[in-house]
């Protein structure tokens, strides 16, 4: 994209590329930037060595902050995405090539993506809920303290693990072996696909955040907030795998796909 083009103002906002791009929620306001600025690369939306928009344009077609996009472009450069380039003719451009693993899947890999992202939000939020009705013994709140603290306190190279263990130890006060065994297959599933994407040091940072709310709603016993807050969790993840490995639908595509 030229610096003219880019430069235009609203004539970016009008262009009708642009709404293959979606806006990103609130809860997960990075991860889906993350997305949705994959989607586009990948859609050819933004094409190799083209310029982005503005930063202030592509915060607002993107419906996130300038601070929220900084991040997220930030990320995706470290990952090989985009390069930025400072000065008078500097800005985001997309780089030549996508980095060794980032082309889309075969359609058959995207519906295990899809199977897998499926299977967690049904039953991860249900094990969140019944955990925070459940009765909990002394040291059943201290196990699962001391889960928390590992995943916040891990190292990249066990932090995937002990993300895994402490969803598991979540389903573990349901009480209720079946689910138990349910959440541990869909951790598992998951983990395969997560070890096939960049580690974002911000999305870490928001899932611990995400992980304390959700303990802290289970230990107070409020099941209704348990499950909408694993629930948004585990969108946040989802839009990072559909982002770095899935081939993007689009928008409408998005919508009929649970998170």
């Not at 982005?52 to 902050?65: N, Y």
């Not at 780089?95 to 897998?116: K, N, T, W």
């Not at 696909?193 to 802290?216: C, G, K, Y």
């Amino acid at each position: 994209m030229s610096e003219q083009r880019a430069s235009a103002g609203p004539r970016a906002a009008d262009d009708p590329r642009y709404r293959l791009l979606g806006s990103a929620h609130r809860g997960n306001a990075f991860e889906e930037t993350v997305e949705h600025l994959l989607r586009g690369i990948k859609l050819g939306v933004f094409t190799p060595a083209e310029r982005l928009p503005a930063e202030r344009e592509l915060a607002e077609l993107l419906g996130v902050s300038r601070a929220t996009l900084r991040e997220a472009l930030a990320e995706l450069q470290k990952a090989g995405y985009i390069r930025i380039q400072r000065g008078r003719y500097g800005g985001a451009f997309v780089c030549d090539g996508l980095p060794s693993g980032g082309a889309a899947l075969e359609a058959a890999d995207v519906a295990r993506v899809e199977d897998v992202l499926t299977f967690r939000a049904v039953v991860e939020p249900a094990a969140a809920a019944l955990a925070a009705a459940a009765p909990m013994a002394a040291a059943q709140r201290t196990a699962l303290l001391a889960s928390l603290r590992a995943v916040a306190t891990a190292d990249p190279a066990q932090y995937r693990p002990l993300d895994a263990r402490l969803h598991v130890a979540i389903a573990e006060l349901t009480g209720s072996p079946s689910l138990v065994s349910a959440v541990a297959e869909a951790r598992a599933a998951t983990s395969d696909l997560l070890d096939r994407i960049p580690f974002l040091a911000m999305n870490i940072s928001h899932s611990d955040a995400q992980h304390e709310a959700i303990v802290r709603a289970i230990l107070g016993g409020e099941p209704e907030r348990a499950r909408i807050l694993m629930s948004e969790h585990l969108d946040g993840t989802a839009a990072l795998l559909r982002g770095f490995l899935a081939d993007a639908a689009g928008p409408a595509g998005r919508e009929r796909m649970p998170g």
